[in-house]
């Protein structure tokens, strides 16, 4: 895939974007000066957006825009002179983060491991929680001010994937309070347990 603004053009393996067509997550390769131009657009977040052309590269896919923080990690490649490959990802103030599925994984346990690995969330987790917290969680409103309109409107929402390397890609809201209180309607429902999800995991770990 290629992605292009109005000066520059690089190539792309795999572009994330959430509801509002900010991307979350991009990996692209190409001369310096193209990939700081289309970083410099995503940062910019200035019209006109970024366009992503596939294969027949005769009329754009998806049109994206970027957001004012992000993480990035620059990886020169020596075999191309001239050539960077860069990773850009949402960064980790944002209100929201990122889980991704590759193919043949379960996209419940990515979200047990996002969760459980946040630092700005303190929501107990269990594996064996993943598959009802999936599936609630997309049901679910998150509570965030009004000042964050790029903010998922629930705990949990798929995201648009372009690109063969991922299977699924969700955000999930950064929201203590609305995230507990899942879990708790779960354990008093008896949707899930401390028992059987322990169960679980011990059962995951001894295959």
């Not at 792309?12 to 193209?34: D, E, F, W």
């Not at 103030?93 to 700005?120: I, K, M, N, T």
């Not at 009802?132 to 998922?152: G, H, I, K």
Request: charged letters at 20%.
């Amino acid at each position: 895939m290629i992605l292009a603004s109005d000066h520059a053009t690089v190539y792309t393996s795999i572009v994330v974007a959430n509801h509002t067509q900010q991307v979350v997550l991009l990996s692209m390769a190409g001369p310096r000066t193209a990939v700081k131009a289309i970083y410099a657009a995503l940062r910019s977040n200035h019209h006109p957006w970024l366009k992503l052309y596939g294969e027949s590269g005769v009329e754009p896919t998806a049109v994206v825009r970027g957001a004012e923080r992000y993480r990035v990690r620059a990886t020169p490649l020596p075999s191309v002179r001239g050539v960077q490959m860069v990773l850009v990802a949402h960064d980790e103030r944002a209100p929201a983060g990122a889980f991704y599925a590759l193919p043949g994984e379960p996209a419940d346990q990515a979200l047990v491991q996002a969760l459980d690995g946040d630092s700005r969330l303190v929501v107990p987790v269990l594996p064996g929680w993943g598959d009802y917290l999936l599936r609630e969680a997309q049901e679910t409103p998150a509570t965030f001010p009004d000042e964050c309109p790029d903010a998922p409107a629930r705990l949990v929402e798929p995201l648009q994937v372009h690109g063969d390397l991922l299977a699924e890609a969700y955000v999930y809201a950064r929201d203590n309070d609305g995230w507990l209180a899942l879990v708790d309607r779960g354990l008093k429902s008896g949707e899930i347990a401390l028992d059987r999800a322990l169960s679980a995991s011990k059962k995951g770990a001894d295959r």
